[in-house]
């Protein structure tokens, strides 16, 4: 991803919300290293904690998003969360359009081997002043 602004922040914050597996992964790989030369944080959150979050982040991961049951509640507290201020994080679902999202991506099979595909919300990128990289344009979504 291309963060314009990025020089002007002291942390690279990354929240990942319902999405344990993705939080523990992150965290380990990213202990003690730096994006852009940025110390990262790694912040596990539910959707309820996100609700009530004052900060921003720079890059929001969020699961629950794919299943019609939880989508919802994931959209209502993501509501609350953006209405607490300006935020410019970058928001990547698991699969699941909700209002806000700035990239989803989704599961897929082809010749019966898992993949994954990428679909961005061009719009709000664009309003983000967001770009994504050439090789995730190259992985569209059916």
Do not use: Y
């Amino acid at each position: 991803m291309f963060w314009p602004d990025i020089a002007h922040t002291d942390r690279f914050r990354i929240a990942v919300v319902n999405w344990p597996d993705l939080a523990s992964d992150l965290g380990k790989r990213l202990d003690g290293r730096a994006i852009a030369g940025i110390p990262v944080d790694i912040i596990a959150l539910d959707s309820k904690e996100l609700a009530g979050e004052r900060n921003d982040f720079t890059l929001l991961f969020i699961g629950g998003t794919a299943v019609d049951s939880e989508r919802q509640g994931v959209t209502e507290d993501l509501k609350r969360w953006r209405k607490k201020g300006d935020r410019a994080a970058l928001i990547v679902t698991d699969g699941g359009d909700i209002e806000g999202h700035d990239v989803a991506f989704r599961r897929m099979r082809t010749g019966g081997n898992p993949g994954l595909c990428i679909a961005p919300h061009l719009p709000s990128l664009q309003a983000k002043s967001l770009e994504l990289p050439m090789h995730f344009l190259q992985r569209p979504c059916p």
